[in-house]
């Protein structure tokens, strides 16, 4: 195990006090009992510490030049909310310290305080912090549980995706997902995350279309305080925050060359500067790219590096659009249906067998995405116990008056009227499934002149 991810595990404890004798006394203690520590001697210098250092604990004194404990509590908590904090007071200041809990302090020490004492004080906020990092973990892995629920399919092109994901999941190589809008590249870089020895550290995501060419080269690699203006402090990169874990970059012909340069290096060789640093840094990261570009055509064009293109494509996994995989659409359509229906707290059934004939009919341009949010609204705006065609976007509704219109007979002229009306009968028996009651009041006519026309 590197020394970086050793120190990783190793809680952080930041002393602010500006007495030097105390600061150096505690610094002992809890190096002792094998912590990070480091130490500021004024509420300032403390909060920028916060700003630059991933802090697990914070032990200030209340009374402080500069800033005092209380301020640089509530502010510190701002930048990071799932610090832990033990206030030290004197007898003068309890109230204070209590009122400070209220606001999220874990505890207070009166001074003087014992050795034991503290060091029980802060073994129970770390193991408190721990205990809601481990919780926060279950709930996201439960939320990408639920989400891989619509990795939702049947159809030989999916099948084939899964397989791939099977082959290409364990291995460390990097995979590019290729495929349009909507078709799932997210929920397939989750999924391969997980089934990955990479599983129990992060997934890191990032939109590189989504970002200017400065932000996103500081959003990967980082920037150092300086590099340029309001980079007040030091900021890691995701590299930095992927290390050990997945790195995901969704969009990614849309970089622009200067940065697709720096990122082949780190593919390469696994090194990287900040922003305006100086000092080499290393990354173990696994990447999972995604476009929905032709990259190939891309490389033509002189958007996409050829070198960087070959890095990124050593296994492709394609993602079938939705047209591509019709058998899917009524396994993924009741799906989001019974989704929707427990959200919204609606009494619906499922969906009409005409609607969902009109949903398979659909090109889905905008693939999984669309139908989903097609079968969101239709949830919401449905009356009956069935979705059907009048609650689904205009679009798909005109698809249910053209096929009325291809419903309808036609006939030569010079046809007879009982030709006619025997065709016109039969069909309505047809679309009625044979039911004679519902046919005859269809026709309007009675029961027995259905009888008498079409004898059983």
Same mark, same amino acid.
């Given at each position: 195990?590197?020394?970086?991810?050793?120190?990783?595990?190793?809680?952080?404890?930041?002393?602010?006090?500006?007495?030097?004798? =105390?600061?150096?006394?505690?610094?002992?203690?809890?190096?002792?009992?094998?912590?990070? &520590?480091?130490?500021?001697?004024?509420?300032?210098?403390?909060?920028?510490?916060?700003?630059?250092?991933?802090?697990?604990?914070?032990?200030?004194?209340?009374?402080?030049?500069?800033?005092?404990?209380?301020?640089?509590?509530?502010?510190?908590?701002?930048?990071?909310?799932?610090?832990?904090? $033990?206030?030290?007071?004197?007898?003068?200041?309890?109230?204070?310290?209590?009122?400070?809990?209220?606001?999220?302090?874990?505890?207070?020490?009166?001074?003087?305080?014992?050795?034991?004492?503290?060091?029980?004080?802060?073994?129970?906020?770390?193991?408190?912090?721990?205990?809601?990092?481990?919780?926060?973990?279950?709930?996201?892995?439960?939320?990408?549980?639920?989400?891989?629920? *619509? !990795?939702?399919?049947?159809?030989?092109?999916?099948?084939?995706?899964?397989?791939?994901?099977?082959?290409?999941?364990?291995? +460390?190589?990097? &995979?590019?997902?290729? +495929?349009?809008?909507?078709?799932?590249?997210?929920?397939?870089?989750?999924?391969?995350?997980?089934?990955?020895?990479?599983?129990?550290?992060?997934?890191?995501?990032?939109?590189?279309?989504?970002?200017?060419?400065?932000?996103?080269?500081?959003?990967?690699?980082?920037?150092?305080?300086?590099?340029?203006?309001?980079?007040?402090?030091?900021?890691?990169?995701?590299?930095? !925050?992927?290390?050990?874990?997945?790195?995901?970059?969704?969009?990614?012909?849309?970089?622009?060359?200067?940065?697709?340069?720096?990122?082949?290096?780190?593919?390469?060789?696994?090194?990287?500067?900040? &922003?305006?640093?100086?000092?080499?840094?290393?990354?173990?990261?696994?990447?999972?790219?995604?476009?929905?570009?032709?990259?190939? =055509?891309?490389?033509?064009?002189?958007?996409?590096?050829?070198?960087?293109?070959?890095?990124?494509?050593?296994?492709?996994?394609? !993602?079938?659009?939705?047209?591509?995989?019709?058998?899917?659409?009524?396994?993924?359509?009741?799906?989001?249906?019974?989704?929707?229906?427990?959200?919204?707290?609606?009494?619906?059934?499922?969906?009409?067998?005409?609607?969902?004939?009109?949903?398979?009919?659909?090109?889905?341009?905008?693939?999984?995405?669309?139908? =989903?949010?097609? $079968?969101?609204?239709?949830?919401?705006?449905?009356?009956?116990? @069935?979705?059907?065609?009048?609650?689904?976007? *205009?679009?798909?509704?005109?698809?249910?008056?053209?096929?009325?219109?291809?419903?309808?007979?036609? @006939?030569?002229?010079?046809?007879?009227?009982?030709?006619?009306?025997?065709?016109?009968?039969?069909?309505?028996?047809?679309?009625?499934? +044979?039911?004679?009651?519902?046919?005859?009041?269809?026709?309007?006519?009675?029961?027995?002149?259905?009888?008498?026309?079409?004898?059983?």
């Amino acid at each position: 195990m590197s020394d970086w991810v050793h120190a990783m595990q190793i809680p952080l404890i930041l002393i602010a006090d500006d007495n030097e004798a =105390e600061r150096e006394a505690l610094a002992k203690i809890l190096k002792k009992e094998n912590y990070r &520590v480091i130490d500021a001697a004024d509420g300032e210098g403390a909060l920028e510490i916060i700003r630059r250092e991933p802090v697990d604990l914070l032990l200030t004194d209340l009374r402080m030049p500069r800033l005092d404990g209380n301020t640089l509590f509530r502010a510190g908590k701002t930048i990071r909310p799932e610090m832990e904090v $033990i206030l030290m007071t004197a007898y003068g200041t309890v109230d204070v310290a209590v009122s400070a809990m209220k606001g999220g302090a874990y505890d207070f020490l009166t001074k003087p305080f014992k050795k034991i004492e503290l060091v029980k004080r802060i073994r129970n906020a770390l193991e408190k912090r721990a205990l809601q990092i481990e919780n926060k973990r279950l709930s996201e892995e439960i939320h990408h549980l639920r989400k891989s629920e *619509r !990795l939702i399919g049947k159809s030989p092109a999916f099948r084939h995706v899964l397989d791939r994901v099977d082959q290409a999941a364990p291995s +460390g190589a990097t &995979v590019l997902l290729t +495929g349009e809008s909507g078709t799932g590249k997210e929920l397939i870089a989750d999924l391969i995350h997980r089934m990955s020895i990479r599983k129990d550290s992060a997934l890191v995501k990032i939109n590189c279309a989504a970002l200017p060419d400065t932000l996103l080269e500081s959003e990967l690699f980082g920037h150092e305080k300086g590099a340029f203006t309001g980079a007040l402090s030091q900021k890691p990169g995701r590299f930095e !925050l992927a290390h050990g874990g997945t790195l995901f970059l969704d969009e990614i012909a849309e970089m622009a060359p200067r940065l697709q340069a720096k990122l082949l290096r780190v593919l390469q060789i696994g090194e990287f500067e900040r &922003v305006g640093g100086v000092k080499t840094l290393r990354a173990d990261v696994r990447i999972i790219a995604a476009t929905n570009r032709d990259l190939k =055509e891309a490389v033509s064009k002189g958007d996409l590096r050829e070198d960087l293109f070959y890095r990124l494509n050593v296994i492709n996994i394609h !993602l079938p659009p939705l047209r591509e995989r019709r058998e899917d659409i009524p396994l993924l359509a009741n799906y989001f249906a019974a989704a929707y229906r427990e959200k919204e707290k609606k009494e619906i059934r499922g969906i009409s067998a005409d609607t969902m004939n009109l949903l398979c009919s659909h090109s889905w341009p905008g693939n999984v995405r669309e139908l =989903e949010n097609v $079968i969101e609204r239709a949830v919401v705006l449905s009356r009956g116990e @069935f979705i059907s065609a009048e609650d689904l976007p *205009r679009e798909l509704a005109g698809v249910a008056g053209l096929q009325k219109e291809a419903d309808s007979l036609v @006939f030569s002229v010079g046809t007879s009227l009982g030709e006619i009306e025997q065709k016109v009968i039969e069909e309505t028996l047809r679309k009625t499934g +044979g039911n004679r009651e519902l046919a005859a009041k269809v026709l309007g006519i009675s029961t027995r002149t259905l009888y008498r026309r079409v004898p059983s």
